[in-house]
């Protein structure tokens, strides 16, 4: 499994507000997308795996904002994989614009089946990530 | 059922664009509104025709855009049923700040079965829409 | 200024996501709705704030999701003023169906000029802010 | 000026609905994408034109949904250079996975200066835009 992957965005119009500025929430589909990417280049799909009934979600968001990300913005979501447990996958974030850091975070992740019950993370998951780690 | 019916929205921050305008995709997702509060006046719900495998889908959008909404404004979005038949269901929206019209649109929409086939618009639906037209 | 206020929001299909629940980013909007009719329960508005320059952006968000909202849901967002200095506001929210919490955030807010730079939190804001801590 | 443009998009997680389809609004912004990127192409910019005072706003949309696309999709945003004259701009769209198409849509601009008075569609780019047609 890859540990740290790249991925390259340009910011689109209907992301930004009246302030010029990316609104503070698609940072974090912008992370969702780091996140697919990274597992997209490890062999994995997050779609295969929500097919099979296993739900990924998202526990918990801390987000530190620097600087605003602007419209048609060429920017870098630089993701890592921080911690894996049976419980829990830690992601962290970086974006960029160029060499200056826009925006900072860690994201947590939990699996849950259909009916909502908390999952163990899948075994092979599991395996790939803590093989980097 | 009802043939008409107003809903009042406020228009949020993240829906408007750098111009300080409503972003044009935002109307459609005040449409859906409208249609989703009629029905629920009429004693309908779009959450109880999902849960029973009959997913209403839009497939035709025309839209006529006059005035924008900006930040923070009031606006009313006026729907109304315009012709149903089996096989398709077109609503009207008018959207107004206080009586300026600021958008019109006429949207078709169709019944499909999870796999995607097309169905009858569903028989209850159809003769209550009708009963008023 | 009031302190704490209360908000009901019906969650909209657009803001749903394949498994059903509301998409995680989508919490940050509500929250932001929630602090702007607390501002605007209080007789003040972010319109006015920004028109006259007065730029409020999110410095930081922290956010626990602990259960899904889904379409349709009725949800209440409770905001309350947590801490005011000179150069921060931190509002804590909490997300509920009924007597079921959601989600729960703390999100930091500056108040910056157009070009940027970081200004002290308007006196007037500061003084009826903290009238009530 | 080009006069056709393609773009290729992965669909995002957030733009999908419990349908597991992709909402009929975001197709809107795929359009913005792709009449940004054919300008793009042909040496020209939206944000350059925006701060320069010319803002491009949409007046109408019609589109046709014939079959929708889904999570992590790959598609196709095809765009063409319909007709231009004095007071507006044409675009045609046509959305496809591989070879199916999606999404069909004529989106007509028009350009209005900050106070929101119409302008006519610069020279220059009314010249580019013609030499092709």
Same mark, same amino acid.
């Given at each position: 499994?890859?540990?740290?992957?790249?991925?390259?965005?340009?910011?689109?119009?209907?992301?930004?507000?009246?302030?010029?500025?990316?609104?503070?929430?698609?940072?974090?589909?912008?992370?969702?997308?780091?996140?697919? $990417? &990274? /597992?997209?280049?490890?062999?994995?799909?997050?779609?295969?795996?929500?097919?099979? #009934?296993? @739900?990924?979600? %998202?526990?918990?968001?801390?987000?530190?904002?620097?600087?605003?990300?602007?419209?048609?913005?060429?920017?870098?979501?630089?993701?890592?994989?921080?911690?894996?447990?049976?419980?829990?996958?830690?992601?962290?974030?970086?974006?960029?614009?160029?060499? $200056? &850091? /826009?925006?900072?975070?860690?994201?947590?992740?939990?699996?849950?089946?259909?009916? #909502?019950? @908390?999952?163990? %993370?899948?075994?092979?998951?599991?395996?790939?990530?803590?093989?980097?780690?």
């Amino acid at each position: 499994m890859i540990q740290e992957h790249q991925t390259q965005l340009r910011v689109r119009y209907d992301e930004t507000d009246p302030m010029g500025f990316v609104h503070h929430s698609n940072y974090l589909r912008y992370f969702e997308i780091g996140r697919t $990417e &990274l /597992l997209r280049a490890s062999g994995g799909s997050y779609r295969a795996m929500e097919a099979a #009934g296993q @739900l990924v979600v %998202v526990v918990r968001i801390d987000c530190r904002y620097r600087s605003p990300a602007k419209y048609d913005d060429l920017i870098t979501v630089h993701t890592r994989i921080a911690r894996v447990t049976a419980a829990k996958i830690i992601h962290e974030y970086k974006i960029r614009r160029g060499d $200056e &850091l /826009l925006v900072e975070a860690d994201v947590t992740l939990a699996v849950i089946d259909r009916e #909502g019950r @908390l999952q163990r %993370v899948p075994e092979s998951l599991l395996e790939a990530y803590q093989a980097n780690l």
